[in-house]
């Protein structure tokens, strides 16, 4: 089954604004994790939050996690062409089996 | 550069072929997946390898045979495959086979089913 679906399903912004895409789950989780896929290409790990950790930075990147509605968000700030891509979250559920369940994804456009 | 490797980057076969997806990681990761990334639809894992042992085949056909030597290399047999079967094919490891770890892809074969 589903674990996380993403909102939106496809966003088009402009270069130097920012992006800011939400991720909700289903059952409880211990981590959420945040990957990149460019066209073509495999997924790239971003960034993990942990449950007990309601935010976390790395370089432009800005990740949220509320467990009480089940819902993580990625801002991504002052945004570049190269950030065009498809983003993912992915989690767990509430296995410790190092599975990981992947939403559909948000594809993210950013013009120049 | 990606750690992790997987040839052919893409495929065309008939459904009667015979072929084979490969897949190495430079890492050292004990833990290797084989994911189905078809349009439209969110990635879905298919097999779970840790210290090539099987530890998860999520319901995938008999068509599909994967096979680890080592926790190195990863391959996916296909035969007589469907047309429904033509995605991306991506293969992952990560260092440990648990909760938390990141996993790292590699680039995918795209299959095409004639």
């Known amino acids: 089954s589903q674990q996380g679906e993403e909102d939106p399903q496809a966003l088009s912004i402009q270069e130097g604004e920012n992006a800011t895409m939400n991720c909700s789950y289903k059952?409880?989780?211990?981590?959420l994790q945040w990957y990149r896929q460019n066209s073509g290409r495999g997924l790239v790990h971003l960034i993990l939050?942990?449950?007990?950790?309601r935010e976390k930075h790395s370089g432009r990147l800005r990740v949220t996690l509320d467990t009480s509605k089940k819902s993580s968000s990625l801002l991504i700030t002052a945004s570049r062409a190269a950030d065009t891509a498809s983003y993912f979250c992915a989690t767990g559920g509430s296995s410790n089996t190092g599975k990981l369940i992947f939403g559909q994804g948000t594809t993210l456009q950013v013009k120049p | 550069e990606t750690g992790v490797t997987q040839t052919p980057r893409h495929l065309v076969m008939g459904m009667t072929n015979k072929k084979s997806l490969k897949c190495e990681q430079h890492?050292?990761?004990?833990?290797m997946y084989w994911y189905k990334q078809s349009a439209k639809k969110p990635l879905e894992l298919m097999f779970v390898?840790?210290?090539?042992?099987?530890?998860e085949n999520n319901s995938v056909p008999s068509r599909f045979s994967p096979e680890c030597p080592n926790s190195s290399h990863l391959f996916l047999h296909l035969h007589t495959l469907q047309p429904e079967d033509s995605a991306l094919y991506l293969c992952?490891?990560?260092?440990?086979?648990?909760?938390?770890?990141?996993?790292?892809f590699g680039d995918g074969t795209r299959l095409s089913i004639l």
């Open positions: 390898y840790n210290f090539k042992e099987q530890t």
């Open positions: 939050i942990r449950s007990n950790e």
């Open positions: 992952a490891s990560s260092q440990e086979l648990r909760d938390g770890q990141p996993q790292h």
């Open positions: 059952t409880s989780i211990n981590n």
């Open positions: 890492l050292g990761h004990n833990a």
